[in-house]
DNA sequence: CTGTATCCCAGACGATACTG
DNA sequence: CAGTATCGTCTGGGATACAG
């Protein structure tokens, strides 16, 4: 709970699940959440091990966020997160669901 | 996330799945809780749908909580939690671990 | 493009004390 | 036994603006 605890963090580590990811990609992933708070949440994943950064020599530079193999473990987690949200937001909405709602509320 | 973000609120899911408990018996369990939030996390999920709660007439009065059908669909999510969170305590340390940290931390 | 710097505030959490 | 009341602290998150 202490890694998939801040905001967005579970939405980000289900981005990155598949593949490596930009910071702009990952804006446009996550329409909804501030520079500040990807940032943050990005620095604080890293010092936990559960992704990591590379900065690519590009131009302009790109930087590359992935899972580590600890970050991987995670990923069952959220999966069952998913799962169950979906199931309940079907039940009580006959909207669509958009993944971020799955998992933020 | 909404269901489970608050502190405790995964413990308190896990106390539940097995069998409905009291009050008192929910402090035990969970012995670094405090009342206040204790009776606050149980209020949060009473009014979510995740858990019930009933006075029984006995003297002194005594209070039953037990998981709904929506509770107990949380239970999975709780696993997955547990199990990846057992693994990961075992990987940086040795010694025996709690429910509560692999929960909380 | 990839971020940091500020400011701000609601609300969550904790300790302690008190009550029907 | 099963809570409320009160107080204080702290930080997480959002908006906005700026920077290398």
């Known amino acids: 709970m202490k890694l998939l605890g801040g905001a967005w963090t ?8 598949a593949e490596p990811r930009r910071f ?11 520079a500040k ?3 943050a949440r990005l620095r604080a994943l890293e010092a936990e091990g559960v992704i ?3 900065v690519l020599p590009t131009s302009p530079p790109s930087v ?3 899972l580590t193999e600890l970050g991987r473990e995670l990923i069952p987690v959220i999966e069952a997160i998913v ?13 669509p669901v958009s993944l971020e709602s799955v998992l933020r509320d």
């Open 37 to 39: 708070v990807l940032s």
């Open 64 to 66: 590359e966020y992935a």
């Open 83 to 95: 799962r169950v949200g979906t199931k309940l937001t079907r039940m009580t909405a006959m909207a």
């Open 52 to 54: 990591t950064r590379s």
């Open 10 to 17: 579970p939405s980000l580590v289900w981005c990155l699940s």
């Open 24 to 34: 702009s990609e990952l804006r446009a992933d996550i329409p909804r959440i501030s």
